[in-house]
Each structure stands twice: as structure tokens, then as C-alpha cells.
């Protein structure tokens, strides 16, 4: 099975995250905060079999979400950024950076 990560990268400030894919829960944390030395505030790994899922990553506490739709056949990275503004974007990158 294909290995997708996920990955929250800046704007974390001690928040409470949930993360769920195909509407199941696979991930719920407090206190997630973005270590800026490396660009990341923590790393969601599953493994899913190809196909079609839906990726949400909410902020309960902020009243914020994204949703994106992406398309498994091999491994790969979804990056969530929250802005200063409160906006929380997720996009596909290319490669995975190696973390500390």
C-alpha cells in the first residue's frame, strides 16, 4: 500500500489539530506548534490503498479547515501551511524533505 504523509508545516501555534481522511479520524493532537529551525510543526503517516481520498485538516479551536482531494498511487506528501491571516492551505509536494 502507498505511504501518504502529511505534513503541518508553519503557522502551528500550540493548536489542537484533527485530521481525518475518507471522514475517519487519524490523527487528533493539542499543543501542535510549528518548530521553525526545521519548517514543521508534526507529521501524519498512513498507509492507503490507491484511489481517491479526501484529507481534511481542522483547527477546532480556530473555527478552521481545508479539505483537498488527492489521488493515491505511491507515496506521497500533503503540506498544510496555516498564513497569518488564519488561512490553512494544503497542497501535493513533490518530495518529502527529511526532518531532524
Same mark, same amino acid.
Given at each position: 500500500?502507498?505511504?501518504?504523509?502529511v505534513d503541518?508545516?508553519?503557522g502551528f501555534n500550540r493548536d489542537t489539530v484533527v485530521a481525518r481522511i475518507d471522514g475517519r479520524?487519524?490523527? !487528533? !493532537? $493539542? @499543543?501542535v506548534e510549528t518548530n521553525?529551525?526545521?519548517g514543521l510543526a508534526d507529521r501524519?503517516?498512513?498507509?492507503?490503498? &490507491? @484511489?481517491?481520498?479526501r484529507v481534511e485538516v481542522i483547527l477546532p479551536d480556530r473555527g478552521i479547515?481545508?479539505?483537498t482531494v488527492h489521488h493515491v498511487s505511491g507515496p506521497a506528501t500533503l503540506a498544510f501551511t496555516l498564513d497569518q491571516? @488564519?488561512?490553512?492551505? @494544503? $497542497?501535493?509536494? &513533490?518530495? $518529502?524533505?527529511?526532518?531532524?
Open positions: 500500500m502507498p505511504t501518504l504523509h503541518l508545516r508553519e479520524e487519524v490523527f !487528533r !493532537r $493539542s @499543543g521553525y529551525s526545521v501524519i503517516t498512513v498507509e492507503l490503498p &490507491e @484511489g481517491e481520498v479547515q481545508h479539505t491571516a @488564519g488561512t490553512l492551505t @494544503g $497542497s501535493e509536494v &513533490e518530495a $518529502s524533505p527529511r526532518y531532524l
